[in-house]
């Protein structure tokens, strides 16, 4: 039972889907929020991109 307390389940749910993550966004949307990558050039990606992007990722 020991073994079963610290197994480590809560870590099943850390990615989360796709479409969980375009829930989120449309609550980014509201707020307006811009994103950008850590390059050099900082570049601008819109929502579309960013949903595509986690998509391939996932």
């Known amino acids: 039972m020991e073994r079963l307390k610290n197994s480590g ?3 099943l749910k850390f ?3 796709p479409e969980e993550f375009n829930q989120m966004l449309a609550r980014f949307e ?3 929020a811009k994103f ?3 390059n050099h050039a900082m570049t ?3 929502l579309d991109q960013v ?3 986690y998509r391939t990722y996932y």
Do not use: N, V
Request: aromatic share 12%; net charge positive; proline share 0%.
């Open 9 to 11: 389940f809560y870590k």
């Open 36 to 38: 950008h990558r850590t």
């Open 44 to 46: 601008q990606h819109d």
């Open 30 to 32: 509201q707020k307006q």
């Open 15 to 17: 990615l989360i889907m």
């Open 51 to 53: 949903t595509e992007a």
